[in-house]
């Protein structure tokens, strides 16, 4: 069994409002899943139907190769996007508290506190009141709340948000560091840009409905439509100019006489990308060739607008 | 279940650990004693400041009535007129004047007479002056009818019917009222505990949602499960203050009687001269102790074992009903000030059971008001508390009407429990919305 979560068909709605119409995912094992799409798309109310929150109206959900069942919430790990902590509890109390709700026994959870404590250097923290706290700091209680039992599945809705980037960077590596000791983990957002480095694996939610998933790398290669930016360094930049828009499907020219640098992007109809560089040669030194690969939010604009296209 | 006691612990810490609970169990019967104490002080500053009126007397009449008392001084104005006795009485800062005119009979004096004061003047200080004219024209009236005040003393008598069941059992007029305020005293604990700790309640569930850890705590338990929890907590919370006051007020009773060991001395002593005294006494007022006898065993007739154990009942199934309502509200607003609307409704039946029931059980325990509420569950709580002290069975409350009382609150229970769940399981994930009574049914149905 390589997933660890997987959805059939999953719909749910609110009085006539669909939130999320037959949904199926399959969230690979020991990797990062990223859960794409605007806010508003139905990516919470499928977290939470995953955390047995809400439950679906049809459809079923298979965990770790069994139906999801009350005592998986044990081994499931949930920091939601409206978040908080009681804000007068005592830091420590409040942590154990929570530890204990997820099924630890007191001493284990103290023993486990104290190490996440000690790594995040908090020590000093055990006996303050959260409201004391600035809002960054209860943000790394709360991460370490959501991962103390540790569980088999992580799910993180916008993870980053609340966090400077120092504490957001520390986060993102403790999230790395957990999936490289085999969590899983479902990473929810609408910002794309911290997709691209973290997610191996994505599904874009739209409108209730799942419009794209599978492995990123093959959705970008299946994205990828042959255009390649370069860079040349020559003087002539006017006459070659013209050779190229002749030869090939130009844009973005553009051409630095001072510096004789000229650079601009291709257009190509096949992935002869071989040809191309080939006759580049000619021209002059080539200092930049890059393949432009789709960015994970330029590959869901488009499809969208595709998807409303064919509607 | 095993996390419900989890959750009871915490809601239960959270709720005495809190400071204005603190402040408020030691401080509430310090402020209970201390306003009584002044209200006490108070009234005997007002009563004690003695009135003084001026008396211009121009007949031959009263002359020896005005006579200073207690509360009233009485000054003799002689050899002025009436608008020199009412500037030096203005002067002199007097309470007022009051000015006999002459005539020929007491009839038209009193007629006539006038009190003059700067304000209106109070109603005892009238009282008193109207019933010295009182006194003597009463006199005149008997003497012109020729009875001696002996006589009319004589003629003055009291009667009161006597009353008993068909069984024979003695009754006592105002044995009712006394078990009507025993109970009512249950039924208003039970009110000021729901409105109270079901307000806590309320408070707790808003405070989850605000600080936004609802969603952390709702995906390790059951929302129903944390419901419960908090209503269990709060209870215990709420049991924990009233057990703290019946505590302190004991103690408070023997410290301040170990102070008084003389005056406790004397107590006893004194206990034993009345019970000496009433031994020998027994035989010549036979009538007296045997009314006070009826009345003191009507009242331990009163099934005290029976009311508690009724109380708790209850007690918990009132609660349970009402404070699940107020986990709803809490749960479908977003801060205290939208609870409003929402709040009146429940403050309703427990307004009208209380004041319903004061007035139809004292008057008539048994009439179909008294019997209507004491069955309809949202006020059956308190007002069947006010009728349980006349005891179960023959001559109190039919044990049916119990019952079905009971069995109509457990109903009750859990279906209200089971539409707050549900308000309560989607309102905690809604935010930003003042949601209305039809957003409310709409969520029973998600």
Redo the contacts between chains.
Sequence with gaps: MNSILVTNEVTKH??SYTALNKVSLEIPKNSIYGLLGPNGAGKTTLI?II???TFPDSGSVIFDGEPLAPHH?AT?G?L?E????????KVGEQAV??A???GLSKLEAKKRLKFWFDRLDIGDWWNKKIQELSKGMAQKI?FI?TVLHEPKLLIFDEPFSGFDPINANLIKDEILRLRDQGTSIIFSTHRMESVEELCEYIALIHESEKILDGKLTDIKKEYKNNRFAIGLSTPHGETLQQQLYSKFDVSDFDFNPNESQMNFTVQLPSDDSKGLLHYLTTLGNINHFEEKIPSANEIFIRTIQNKSIHE | MSKLPLIIKREYLAKVRNKSFIIMTFLSPILMVGMVVLIAYLTSLNDSEKKAVAVLNESNFFTADFTTTDDVAYFRFFNLDLQQSKDSVERMGYSGLLHIPDSDSLEAVAKNAYFYSKDAPSSILLDRLESVFQDRLREKKLHDLGVSSQDFARVKSKFEINTATYSGQQNIKGINEIKAGIGGAFGYLIMMFIIIYGGFVMRSVIEEKTSRIIEVIISSVKPFQLMLGKIIGTAMAGVTQFAIWIVSAGLLFVVVLSFLDLDMGTLTAGQDMLKGAAGEMAPSIPSVSKTVNLYTNEVLKIPFMMLATFFLIYFVLGYLIYSSIYAAIGAAVDNETDTQQFIFPIILPLMLAIYVGFFSVFSNPHGPIAVGFSLFPLTSPIVMMMRLPEGIGEGGVPLWEVLTSITLLIGTFIGIVWLAAKIYRVGILMYGKKPSYKDLYKWLKY
């Design positions: 609110f009085g939470r955390n047995q929150i919430i499931i949930y939601p409206e978040r908080g902590l009681y804000k007068s509890m508290y929570l204990r709700l997820k709360q709340v």
